[in-house]
């Protein structure tokens, strides 16, 4: 009686799982929307491409517009906190697709900066 229920519990399980499974995948394939670690595609970057682990956490980077950061003569500036980050610092990372893209602590926008990625310089 009770191999007979831990097999059922083990089929219920699997079955679940399964599911589980096809659930995420439709849901994946129907939005669109990227994995953690994955910018978004962009005309530059149609497949898109995946934040560095040392950036992101599955929630702590995401595109950014233009207008959320300042470069100026001693950095780089998150106006949202109003945090500097130095040009010669080791955060700042080049953009791939050529967007502003933030990775700040859990992902919040009033966060500590863990990496800043950024287009390339326009001379």
Known sequence: MAQQRHRFLLS??????AIAAVAIGILAASTGK????EATPTAAMPQGW??????????????VPDK??????RGYEIRATRELIPMS???IKQSPD???HWCS????DDGRTICLF???RSF
Do not use: N, Q
């Not at 990227?34 to 670690?37: E, F, I, K, N, S």
């Open 12 to 17: 219920s399980l699997a079955v679940g799982t």
């Open 34 to 37: 990227t994995w953690p670690h």
């Open 50 to 63: 995946s934040y560095p682990f040392s950036c992101c956490s599955g929630m702590d980077c995401r595109e």
């Open 68 to 73: 959320a950061i300042v470069e100026g003569a």
């Open 89 to 91: 610092d080791t955060r």
């Open 98 to 100: 050529g967007h502003f």
């Open 105 to 108: 602590v859990a992902g919040a």
């Open 118 to 120: 950024v287009p390339p």
